[in-house]
């Protein structure tokens, strides 16, 4: 079922152009039901003549008409967006943020009486696979969250998280898209190595990552139990699994989540 509000994103980037098409394409909003700003006018035509969707002047004016405003903008932009939003915002309106490093704190200062989401989206939502780490204010109501995770669940799926964890998602699913790129990328080398065509290396990496995530989600088997299967006494694959043991790959995955969810941290800081 449709939802009926009136939605408002600032900011037709990548993530707003891709929830935009997410929750059209899924039927969970009307295109007329869909307003937009955005500062540079070329992104903002492109998406509206793509997906026939409202044009706005200003954020005031977006604020005003809809019931659910989503901020899409680099988290560097963000104290000006509030400062607009807050001169016509109603506490019966509903604002969602997914500024990378912006805290519930920072969005209360500058709305404050007015329910505010933390978002943590991942990039793999502009094709439909994301994953959306949600954290609400005490101000959302529950009809209010289900919205959210319905409008964030057409780009992929979606979890509830308290946010004094938001650092740690952006460290393991926020930036996680470029460590498995790297795997896919060294898997990729590896077979050319051994004389594969770049092609062939490069779509088997893909669809082995692919598929070997695939059986973790639909199965819900833990990762070791999987491996297991796959790993016999004296075979090709705990060869393969001995080496990256010896050359310290578990740790350091671990130690990439570890630091990047430090920085996060201090970029909230700043």
């Known amino acids: 079922m449709q939802l009926k509000d009136k939605v408002f994103f600032i900011g037709t980037g990548a993530m707003g152009s891709a929830l935009i098409k997410g929750v059209i394409e ?31 002047d200003s954020i005031e004016e977006g604020v005003k008409i809809s019931d659910i ?3 899409a903008v680099k988290p560097q932009h963000i104290k000006g967006v509030l400062e607009e939003i807050n001169k016509v915002v109603k506490s019966s309106n509903l604002v969602i943020s997914i500024a990378a490093g912006i805290g519930l ?6 709305l404050p009486g007015t329910p505010v989401v933390r978002i943590m989206p991942n990039t793999p939502a502009q094709i439909g696979y994301g994953i959306s780490a ?30 004094n964890l938001m650092d740690a998602v952006t460290g393991l699913s926020g930036s996680g898209p470029a460590y498995v790129f790297m795997i896919i ?19 088997l990496a893909a669809y082995t990552v692919r598929g070997a995530a695939e059986m973790i989600i639909q199965t819900g088997q833990n990762p070791e139990v999987l491996k297991e299967m796959v790993t016999s006494p004296h075979g090709t694959t705990i060869e393969g699994v001995y080496a990256l043991e010896k050359n310290r790959v578990r740790f350091a995955l671990m ?11 201090e970029l909230g800081e700043e």
């Open 26 to 56: 899924s039927d969970v909003l009307d295109s007329n039901h869909i307003y937009a700003y955005d500062v540079d006018n070329d992104k903002l035509n492109l998406v509206i003549e793509t997906y026939n969707i409202n044009r706005v």
């Open 185 to 203: 990328e060294a898997l990729s080398d590896a077979g050319v190595r051994m004389g594969l065509s770049r092609t062939i290396s490069l779509k």
């Open 69 to 71: 405003t989503i901020i």
């Open 134 to 163: 949600i954290s609400p204010s005490s101000l959302v109501k529950k009809e209010d969250l289900e919205k959210v995770m319905k409008l964030f669940g057409s780009v992929g799926d979606t979890v509830i998280v308290d946010e």
């Open 105 to 110: 704190r920072v969005l209360e200062k500058y």
């Open 255 to 265: 130690e990439a989540v570890e630091y990047a969810t430090i920085r996060s941290k």
